[in-house]
T-cell receptor, first 112, second 116 residues
Framework: DQQVKQNSPSLSVQEGRISILNCDYTNSMFDYFLWYKKYPAEGPTFLISISSIKDKNEDGRFTVFLNKSAKHLSLHIVPSQPGDSAVYFCAASARGAQKLVFGQGTRLTINP | ETGVTQTPRHLVMGMTNKKSLKCEQHLGHNAMYWYKQSAKKPLELMFVYNFKEQTENNSVPSRFSPECPNSSHLFLHLHTLQPEDSALYLC???????????????FGSGTRLTVV
């Protein structure tokens, strides 16, 4: 049973436009959500996170939105840059739990 | 440099070989993890260590044997692997539960393992 799902394996966006990556989860105990970015031949690096007490968190060009009723979160990147081309993983954890549960990733390609 | 170092970066081994993957962190973390990343699959948690003690084994076959001699080092010993074990093996570290708020992991660059 996959508790965190990223249903789009890939996404292609024009440079300068907005990239929107989506993530759905099934476990209502999850209360903390993270996005990681991964380049080829490197490990995932932390990008941005959001707690369930918020519905939005912004950091520069990156904004994460959380819709608890829909069990859905999204990562917005604007404006998209070529260096944003990578695989993006959504992850979630439950209160008091140590384990991060990851989605399968979305490969984002920014076209010049 | 991410603060979590994994060696080797690439490994090709035969099914009868024995090899070990190494992970080292100097971030002051007391929790360490092994994850497996196969193509088009989510990152799969394999093992969790807190303060050198294994606290989770996610039904991993015994041909994978972890070792955590101290909070800074983690090994994954491999023997009699199968071709389907070929994957990217990622080590991560974090603060352990109770140490402070545990908000995410720091990952190493991974070891790309190919079993032939």
């Amino acid at each position: 049973d996959q508790q965190v799902k990223q249903n789009s394996p890939s996404l292609s966006v024009q440079e300068g436009r907005i990239s929107i990556l989506n993530c759905d989860y099934t476990n209502s105990m999850f209360d903390y959500f993270l996005w990681y970015k991964k380049y080829p031949a490197e490990g995932p690096t932390f990008l941005i996170s959001i707690s369930s007490i918020k519905d939005k968190n912004e950091d520069g060009r990156f904004t994460v939105f959380l819709n608890k009723s829909a069990k859905h979160l999204s990562l917005h990147i604007v404006p998209s840059q070529p260096g944003d081309s990578a695989v993006y993983f959504c992850a979630a954890s439950a209160r008091g739990a140590q384990k991060l549960v990851f989605g399968q990733g979305t490969r984002l390609t920014i076209n010049p | 440099e991410t603060g979590v170092t994994q060696t080797p970066r690439h490994l090709v081994m035969g099914m009868t070989n024995k090899k070990s993957l190494k992970c080292e962190q100097h971030l002051g973390h007391n929790a360490m993890y092994w994850y497996k990343q196969s193509a088009k699959k989510p990152l799969e948690l394999m093992f969790v260590y807190n303060f050198k003690e294994q606290t989770e084994n996610n039904s991993v076959p015994s041909r994978f044997s972890p070792e955590c001699p101290n909070s800074s080092h983690l090994f994954l010993h491999l023997h009699t692997l199968q071709p389907e074990d070929s994957a990217l093996y990622l080590c991560a570290s974090s603060h352990a539960p109770g140490q402070e708020v545990n908000y995410g992991y720091t990952f190493g660059s991974g070891t790309r393992l190919t079993v032939v």
